[in-house]
């Protein structure tokens, strides 16, 4: 960034903020957006192929003397992913003022991250983690103190349809609804060799079967539902566990089917654990947090329709007959800090193949051909929309 000439601003969420200048200054700045955070095992394109190609598209303005009418900046997210912070799209939740900064700040580090040699010796809050690597900004995180004429965001599709498929571009018209729960299991601590099964409140014996039944429920609804983080107490190989805590990420094409899955789940839950330990008249119990609840959203339009015409303008030089066959419209199976944006500025976002539809992996990859393709139709819809 050091060879552009941009302003730069650091928010309270240690969102960063990259502004190349156009002619106007009463007008909002365009921008390019996504996430550099990960994952414990992440790749190197979730997220940060959508920072850098903001980051090449100004470069690309100033290499062509490019004037625009409005500004164009670039935003790196914090904390996308929702990896080492519970809850996911949390720094873009926090700017639409759809989270609470206190929310935020407050976030303690995943236990499981905070273990890991790169992370914090104690677990740490959101707010320290930031003021530690300076990123803890005086700006105010908020649509009102960096106001955006719009959205764009290039991402890896994370899933197999456009690989498959033999397509270049993915214009996502809408992103499923997620939510994210803690949940903890209450049994009783037994010794392994002289308690029968009848006599037990076997916590981790009740998550087995709630696992099992979680799947049934969602895939019944054309949902998913997934664990991805569990802790078993008192953790001791002569000990029963009486105690189970764990994450649980529902997912599905509408909010209305996610609720439904709940619905069921805190039901089917509470009838496993009534029958584990009911000989001894303890049954175990089920206690569920809502973390983060992200309803289905759709994109307009109109900033559809802006990405669309960038898209085939790129493909159009494919050699193949139909360019039509390489842009499609598609639903996001997973979260994006778009899904924020999208509820206070025109909002759009494309994705590219990755191989074997592979995500939240080290063997993440798209081509260089491809990540080029979306950074050449991200940077033709931002100069069509700045012309609009
Ligand atoms: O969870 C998600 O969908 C994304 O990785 N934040
Ligand atoms: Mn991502
Ligand atoms: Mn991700
Ligand atoms: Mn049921």
């Known amino acids: 960034m050091k060879d552009l000439k941009c302003e730069i601003t650091i928010d309270e969420m240690g969102n960063i903020f990259a502004v190349r200048p156009g002619r106007r200054k009463d007008v909002p700045a365009t921008f390019i957006g996504s996430h550099l955070d990960t994952q414990p095992t992440g790749g190197r394109y979730d997220?940060?192929?959508?920072?850098?190609s903001g980051v090449e598209s100004l470069k690309r303005m100033d290499e062509m003397g490019l004037e625009t009418e409005g500004g164009v900046g670039v935003v790196n997210w914090t904390?996308?992913?929702?990896?080492r912070f519970?809850?996911?799209?949390?720094?873009?939740?926090?700017?639409?003022?759809?989270?609470p900064l206190s929310k935020a700040h407050n976030l303690k580090e995943v236990p499981t991250v905070a273990s890991l040699p790169?992370?914090?010796?104690?677990?740490?809050?959101?707010k320290s983690a930031l003021e530690k690597i300076n990123y803890l900004g005086d700006v105010p995180c908020?649509?009102?103190?960096?106001?955006?004429?719009?959205?764009?965001?290039?991402?890896?599709?994370?899933?197999?349809?456009?690989?498959?498929?033999?397509?270049?571009v993915g214009v996502v018209t809408a992103v499923q609804a997620y939510r994210w729960f803690r949940l903890k299991i209450i049994g009783r601590d037994t010794h392994t060799g002289t308690t029968a099964f009848e006599h037990r409140a076997d916590a981790l014996y009740a998550f087995a079967l709630m696992m099992v039944r979680a799947r049934e429920v969602a895939?019944?609804?054309?949902?998913?539902?997934?664990?991805g983080i569990i802790e078993v107490a008192p953790g001791s190989v002569n000990t029963v566990p009486g105690q189970v805590s764990f994450s649980l990420d529902i997912r599905g094409p509408e909010t209305a089917l996610v609720a439904e899955v709940e619905r069921e789940l805190r039901s089917d839950f509470d009838k496993i654990a009534a029958t584990e330990g009911a000989g001894i008249g303890k049954p175990c119990r089920v206690e569920w947090t809502l973390d983060?609840?992200?309803?289905?959203?759709?994109?307009?339009?109109?900033?559809?329709?802006?990405?669309?015409?960038?898209?085939?303008?790129?493909?159009?030089?494919?050699?193949?007959?139909?360019?039509?066959?390489?842009?499609?419209?598609?639903?996001?199976?997973?979260?994006?800090?778009?899904?924020?944006?999208?509820?206070?500025?025109?909002?759009?976002?494309?994705?590219?193949?990755?191989?074997?539809?592979?995500?939240?992996?080290?063997?993440?990859?798209?081509?260089?051909?491809?990540?080029?393709?979306?950074?050449?139709?991200?940077?033709?819809?931002?100069?069509?929309?700045d012309r609009k």
């Not at 904390?79 to 990896?83: I, S, V």
């Not at 764009?152 to 033999?166: M, T």
């Not at 895939?219 to 664990?227: E, M, Q, R, T």
């Not at 990859?365 to 393709?373: K, R």
């Open 47 to 52: 997220g940060i192929l959508g920072v850098l």
């Open 79 to 83: 904390n996308e992913e929702g990896a």
């Open 86 to 99: 519970p809850v996911s799209m949390i720094a873009s939740g926090v700017w639409a003022e759809c989270i």
């Open 118 to 126: 790169t992370a914090a010796s104690a677990p740490e809050t959101m």
């Open 142 to 168: 908020s649509y009102k103190t960096t106001p955006m004429a719009a959205h764009f965001e290039l991402h890896i599709e994370q899933g197999p349809h456009l690989v498959s498929a033999g397509q270049r």
């Open 219 to 227: 895939a019944a609804k054309g949902c998913l539902a997934s664990v």
């Open 292 to 385: 983060f609840d992200s309803p289905a959203v759709k994109f307009h339009e109109d900033c559809i329709d802006c990405v669309q015409q960038s898209a085939h303008a790129v493909v159009a030089d494919a050699p193949v007959a139909d360019t039509k066959a390489l842009v499609r419209p598609i639903m996001s199976g997973a979260g994006h800090d778009s899904v924020f944006t999208s509820k206070r500025v025109p909002t759009s976002m494309i994705f590219v193949p990755c191989k074997d539809g592979l995500s939240h992996h080290p063997e993440e990859f798209s081509s260089a051909d491809d990540c080029a393709t979306g950074a050449s139709v991200i940077l033709q819809a931002v100069v069509r929309y």
